[in-house]
């Protein structure tokens, strides 16, 4: 079946500092992949779609020069959470569909923590 | 805006059927309906999709009525590993690929 694989599937980071979260299509192209933050208890929050060779588009709300999202190739996305506080913690998901209407593959998650 | 509303939270006991409802009263007219499980600390697995009536695999059925305004998934004979949280899709509008998460339904195995 289909696979998205993210990396790293946690992370601790200073206050300050940038973290890279991969998303990969591992057997399928993805011209468009959508990242999610999920809190504690809480349902998953769309952030933003990632366009393969365009820029990203982001939800209402979120910070788009906070969290650069770069996708570069057709089975690559990339999240960036630069000068990352403490709220920044959180759970992020990336997702993609292998074909239209097929249902969304997700990746594992990662777990940021900023101390 | 095609809002999900499902319940909070339910109990079952092992090997119990268990149907959860959702409603999406403002489903676009050509979007599926689908229905992921997560685990803690895990992103969400894809169970099951439909468009209308009744669709049946090897984990879950799923039966959505004439007007698609809501849909139930059925878990037949849950067990203590089926404890996660369910949430329906409900895309943003009409031929958006875009997904909306509701808050889910956190259902809870008991042995």
């Known amino acids: 079946g289909a696979v998205v694989s993210q990396h790293p599937s946690w992370v601790i980071c200073k206050s300050g500092t940038s973290v890279k979260i991969e998303c990969r299509s591992l057997?399928?192209?993805?011209?468009?992949m959508f990242w999610y933050r999920q809190f504690p208890k809480q349902s998953l929050m769309l952030m933003a779609t990632?366009?393969?060779?365009?820029?990203?588009?982001?939800e209402q709300g979120v910070e788009k020069d906070k969290f650069l999202i770069n996708h570069a190739s057709l089975t690559l996305s990339t999240l960036t959470v630069t000068s990352a506080h403490p709220e920044d913690s959180s759970f992020y998901i990336c997702?993609?569909?292998?074909?239209?209407?097929?249902?969304?593959?997700f990746g594992s998650g990662t777990r940021l923590t900023v101390v | 805006l095609a809002k999900t509303t499902q319940p909070i939270s339910m109990d079952s006991y092992e090997g119990q059927e268990v149907n959860i409802t959702c409603s999406h009263n403002?489903?676009?007219?050509?979007?599926?309906i689908t229905w992921y499980q997560q685990f803690p600390s895990q992103g969400p697995r894809f169970i099951i999709q439909?468009?209308?009536t009744k669709v049946t695999n090897e984990v879950a059925s799923l039966f959505i009525p004439a007007d698609r305004k809501s849909s139930t998934l059925s878990l037949p004979r849950v067990s203590l590993s089926d404890t996660a949280v369910y949430y329906c899709?409900?895309?943003?509008?009409?031929?958006?690929?875009?997904?909306?998460f509701g808050k889910g339904t956190k259902l809870s195995v008991i042995p």
């Open positions: 403002n489903i676009a007219t050509n979007d599926y």
């Open positions: 439909g468009y209308k």
């Open positions: 899709r409900a895309p943003r509008g009409a031929g958006s690929y875009q997904l909306t």
């Open positions: 057997d399928f192209q993805a011209t468009t």
């Open positions: 997702s993609a569909e292998p074909e239209e209407d097929y249902g969304y593959t």
């Open positions: 990632s366009n393969e060779g365009s820029k990203a588009t982001y």
